[in-house]
């Protein structure tokens, strides 16, 4: 039999940003969550909506950190990709990059069927911070776009149902504690780029899951969806329920739509142009949400495709497709089960006398052609005949993805067919871990860095607790205790740990944060400052060649300066301790203090020492805060305070109505 999908190597070279280190600094505040909903909503909502809404949403980003190292200088870059193709499609995946799909290309017709972005540009929309626009994305873990955004993914040669070849993807999603898969293929003939997911609940207990593929298509796309009403998500945070709106509605803010599908009609959304072509994207019913996501046509949203894409490449919109019905939903895993679907993508035409018909007319045309181009017995015919082939073993490795998989199989020594997470993939960041896993002791740092990230589920908390009690174990204990919640005994861990550390400044940096969570602001501006100072004194002994520090540690002093003076700097700033504030930024790093977060801050600290000429003339200068969060107002806000001109276009990202 012929190979019927054909996967081969390539390099995709983009004018792109680096992505730099992650923040050494482990994430102890709550997370910073937009897409909560008003209390108000709860009450009128479906019962099954309202009680998947308060299932467990994600309340800390540990174990992870956040990753906010990028900027925003672009320079040509080679990106790894892995290319699926027959002869009606090809599909280009990045697997560094969350194995993402970058590109969907109908070969017979030449026409692109996402919005491929012509940039790689990190900015600060995930869980844990960097994401880019663009594609095809799996998202898994809890509301948002997903940790592993800008992750690699393990990637192998799989055999395929039909006798040709699969591309798996996988990983260990780490908030939830969560395996999962994504097999793509292409048969023989087919215009659809066939997805098979699965998610698997090694774990004794059930877990929340969430999951949604969201893909992206140019801006100009008519969304065509099978449904009458839909719950209307937008920047006011209210969830309420709307009729579909017209194709040609103007949506002046960011608005999310969540079509509400009737149960047993089939699951699918289009994206279709003016003459009718485009992309298709339907499924098995497991799968059973739908959604449109605009940015909007005010100001702040079109920064934002800016942003994201750079000037004039055009902006993009949102098919999205998810396991319940809204994205603040999270659906229960069941102890030791596992969740699948099959998804399948590719081109559809509709007649160009679409153009002017009513939403449901369109949608019964599509529907029309969707069921000659794929029927949907043929797709679950083709789930049928996939799920056996889940668990095949991989072949050739084409990518690796992070060892911490590979670290809780050691753990639990749990075998998981078709998803094999190697020993060999274990790295310097699982070897402590490692250590304590065997030996029942935390090693010490072989030499002087920043600390390395810490593992919070319980039963790594249980082996720390029963660890010799060095300082670096108790700083690691009270971050897994902070984790689950017994915040006094977190403190106290790093309290003890105080007095022995040879160094100081993450244990005050602990204790600052744990100060400004119960309001003591004086106090957290105070042990910021001491920590601050603490290490400046250890980057001075190493500027000094005084102790061991190879040259490969660099990066990452310099990313634990940023993020300590950065918090600092804020700290002190609302503590109105502008003269410590100043101290603390004379002491960074030219280079940090040329960033454009840095620039910012540098702007609040000048207007807090009285000098609101030179505040304003750091605006009129210009700058780029590359981590700027979705839906923050911080430069709006603080231009607000330097007087009532209107913010300038170059920093409108307001994502909300004016106030009036």
Not at 416 to 430: H, I, M, N, V, Y
């Amino acid at each position: 039999m012929a190979i019927v999908t054909r996967i081969r190597r390539e390099v995709l070279t983009l004018p792109a940003a680096e992505l730099g280190p992650d923040n050494p600094l482990p994430p102890l505040r709550p997370l910073d969550e937009i897409h909560g909903v008003d209390p108000r909503d709860r009450d009128e909502l479906p019962a099954e909506m309202a009680r998947r809404l308060g299932n467990e949403p994600l309340r800390s980003l540990l174990p992870l950190r956040i990753r906010d190292g990028y900027g925003r200088t672009r320079a040509p870059r080679a990106l790894d990709a892995l290319v699926i193709e027959n002869d009606r499609l090809r599909a280009t995946v990045l697997p560094g990059l969350g194995g993402r799909v970058a590109s969907l290309v109908h070969l017979p017709t030449g026409r692109e069927l996402l919005y491929r972005n012509p940039v790689f540009q990190p900015a600060n929309l995930a869980l844990n911070g960097a994401w880019y626009a663009g594609g095809i994305e799996w998202n898994i873990g809890a509301t948002g776009h997903t940790t592993l955004s800008c992750a690699p993914l393990h990637a192998a040669r799989v055999a395929a149902p039909d006798g040709g070849e699969m591309l798996r993807l996988w990983e260990w999603e780490r908030l939830r504690d969560l395996p999962f898969q994504v097999d793509l293929w292409l048969p023989d003939g087919s215009d659809f780029l066939y997805v098979g997911v699965r998610v698997r609940n090694p774990h004794e207990h059930p877990v929340p899951l969430y999951w949604w593929s969201n893909t992206a298509v140019p801006e100009d796309r008519r969304v065509v969806v099978q449904a009458e009403e839909a719950w209307e998500f937008g920047p006011e945070r209210r969830l309420r329920r709307v009729p579909v709106p017209p194709y040609d509605t103007r949506h002046r803010h960011a608005t999310d739509y969540f079509y509400d599908l009737p149960d047993g009609r089939r699951r699918w959304i289009a994206a279709l142009d003016a003459a009718g072509h485009g992309l298709v994207q339907t499924s098995t019913d497991g799968l059973r949400g739908r959604k449109l996501f605009v940015w909007g046509s005010g100001p702040g949203g079109r920064r934002w495709q800016e942003w994201l894409g750079g000037p004039g490449t055009g902006g993009y919109r949102e098919i999205q497709a998810g396991l319940a019905r809204t994205q603040l939903e999270h659906v229960r895993l069941e102890e030791e089960s596992e969740a699948s679907w099959l998804e399948a993508y590719g081109p559809l035409s509709a007649s160009p006398d679409t153009a002017a018909a009513t939403v449901a007319a369109v949608a019964a045309v599509v529907a029309e052609r969707l069921e000659d181009a794929l029927p949907r017995t043929a797709l679950d015919a083709a789930y049928a005949a996939w799920q056996p082939y889940a668990d095949t073993a991989p072949g050739e490795i084409l990518a690796t993805g992070s060892g911490w998989g590979a670290l809780e199989v050691l753990r639990t020594d749990r075998k998981l067919p078709g998803t094999p997470f190697a020993e060999s993939t274990l790295g310097e960041e699982q070897a402590p871990w490692r250590e304590l896993l065997h030996t029942g002791t935390l090693p010490e740092p072989r030499r002087e860095r920043p600390p390395g990230p810490t593992l919070v589920a319980p039963h790594w908390r249980d082996m720390l607790e029963t660890a010799p009690a060095t300082p670096h174990t108790e700083y690691h204990l009270g971050v897994a205790q902070w984790h689950a919640g017994d915040r006094a005994q977190a403190v106290r861990s790093w309290e003890r740990a105080l007095r022995l550390a040879p160094s100081r400044w993450p244990l005050l940096r602990c204790l600052a944060v744990a100060d400004q969570e119960y309001g003591h602001h004086e106090r957290a501006a105070e042990r910021y400052a001491d920590a601050f100072d603490d290490l400046c004194r250890e980057l001075s002994h190493r500027l000094h060649g005084v102790g061991d520090t190879p040259s490969d540690d660099g990066e990452a002093w310099t990313a634990a300066a940023a993020a300590l003076g950065r918090e600092a700097l804020e700290a002190l700033l609302r503590a109105r301790r502008a003269a410590d504030a100043r101290t603390v930024w004379e002491a960074l790093p030219p280079a940090i203090r040329e960033r454009g977060r840095f620039r910012l801050l540098e702007a609040e600290l000048l207007l807090a020492e009285g000098r609101r000429a030179a505040a304003r003339a750091v605006f009129e200068d210009g700058f780029e805060v590359a981590d700027l969060r979705e839906g923050a107002d911080v430069v709006g806000r603080l231009w607000a305070r330097l007087g009532d001109e209107p913010l300038p276009a170059r920093y409108d990202f307001r994502m909300r109505p004016r106030n009036p």
